[in-house]
Structure formats: structure tokens, C-alpha cells
């Protein structure tokens, strides 16, 4: 089964820093996309990021961008520039293969500091 | 605009009570997700339906049902038999049934006991 482990429940940025969270994820299939969601404090789930893991290229998404280490079943999110709209819980997520469904992880709860 | 609908947003369950929370989408998605978020946790599955009048367990099916008799409509009724429903639900929904796809969410409901 995939697990999704993000190690860091909390994390806090200074308004225009930049900050990486971490997601580590387990699995034994070759084909699968990983995901970053965003929580706000309004409850409601948006994509942030998908990254296919066939591509080797990072995906970027304006100020968000991802570094994927396939070798280490890594998955980081970058968030540069940050911006007091950013603060919100962040949970990757995998998909994809054999597998209908998403497994996310615990999430990282971010905290963004004016 | 297109997107996914759900209602209540707070619920109250006495108990041995039977309840239900709706769900409905205009994305024309052939794939519906239930998942359930307690403090702390990622999402965890419920139950998913790829196609009208098909569904299965997730990974935490007991205590809960649904019913997928329109592409539109997934509703999930928490039994009595579910002994801890405080929880927050999410419904999501992907243009086909693979692990791949993104999930589109609604805004969850929160059910909380009586």
C-alpha cells in the first residue's frame, strides 16, 4: 500500500520568504502522480500542483513549484515570495497507477508572519 | 459556474439517528469521492463511485452508505452504527475514475453528535 508521510505539522514564513515543505511517499509502482492540495481556513480543498511521475521535469505553478526526487520518493513544495493568503494546512497526496484514489498525508499546517 | 455542492454545512446527529449528507456536481465528472477529515489527519476514503449505480469501500466504509442513482448525485448517509461520526466530510469528484486525475471539492460539512 502507498503511505504519504509529510514530517513537518507546522512551519511559519516571513511575507515575502520563501519556504519548502516536505513529503516523503512510499510505493512500488512506476506510474503515478503526486499532488499538492491547500486548505484554508474556509475548509475548502484547491490544487496547488500535480507532477506526473514519468515527467522529470519539475512542475511550477506561477510562485509554486515542486521538487520531485523519483529516485528518493521525494516531493517537496517551494513557495516563494510568500504572501499572508498563503497560510493555510498543505497535504500531498498520491495517485494514480493501480489505484483509484488519492492518500494524502497528515498535512503541514503553514503560518505566514507580516 | 461549474463545481460541487454540498449541504448541510453543519449537521447534528442524536443518537442511534441515521443521517444524511448531500452532494452534488455540475463538472459532468463520471467519478465521486467521500472522504472524512478528523484534527490532525489527512483525508481518509470513505467510499468512491467511477460510474452511476456503481460504488465501493474505501478505507473506512463501516458505519457509513451511499447511493450513486444519478451522475450528478453521491449522497452519504453516517448510520448509527458509525460510533464516532464528528467529524468533517469532504466530497470530491474527478473527470474519470483514475488515481491520477485531479480531485475537485466541495466545501464539507461539518457533523458534530448531539
Known amino acids: 500500500a502507498q503511505t504519504v508521510t509529510q514530517s513537518q505539522p507546522e512551519m511559519s514564513v516571513q511575507e515575502a520568504e520563501t519556504v519548502t515543505l516536505s513529503c516523503t511517499y512510499d510505493?512500488?509502482?512506476?506510474?503515478?502522480?503526486l499532488f499538492w492540495y491547500k486548505q484554508p481556513p474556509s475548509r475548502q480543498m484547491i490544487l496547488v500542483i500535480r507532477?506526473?511521475?514519468?515527467?522529470?521535469q519539475n512542475a511550477t505553478e506561477n510562485r509554486f513549484s515542486v521538487n520531485f526526487q523519483k529516485a528518493a520518493k521525494s516531493f517537496s513544495l517551494k513557495i516563494s515570495d510568500s504572501q499572508l493568503g498563503d497560510a493555510a494546512m498543505y497535504f500531498c497526496a498520491y495517485g494514480g497507477g493501480s489505484n483509484y484514489k488519492l492518500t494524502f498525508g497528515k498535512g503541514t499546517l503553514l503560518t505566514v508572519n507580516p | 459556474d461549474g463545481g460541487i455542492t454540498q449541504s448541510p454545512k453543519y449537521l447534528f446527529r442524536k443518537e442511534g439517528q441515521n443521517v444524511t449528507l448531500s452532494c452534488e456536481q455540475n463538472l459532468n465528472h463520471d467519478a465521486m469521492y467521500w472522504y472524512r477529515q478528523d484534527p490532525g489527519q489527512g483525508l481518509r476514503l470513505i467510499y468512491y463511485s467511477q460510474i452511476v449505480n456503481d460504488f465501493q469501500k474505501g478505507d473506512i466504509a463501516e458505519g457509513y452508505s451511499v447511493s450513486r442513482e444519478k451522475k450528478e448525485s453521491f449522497p452519504l448517509t453516517v448510520t448509527s452504527a458509525q460510533k464516532n461520526p464528528t467529524a468533517f466530510y469532504l466530497c470530491a469528484s474527478s473527470m474519470i475514475p483514475q488515481g491520477g486525475q485531479p480531485q475537485h471539492f466541495g466545501d464539507g460539512t461539518r457533523l458534530s453528535i448531539l
Open positions: 507532477q506526473e511521475a514519468y515527467k522529470q
Open positions: 510505493t512500488s509502482e512506476s506510474d503515478y502522480y
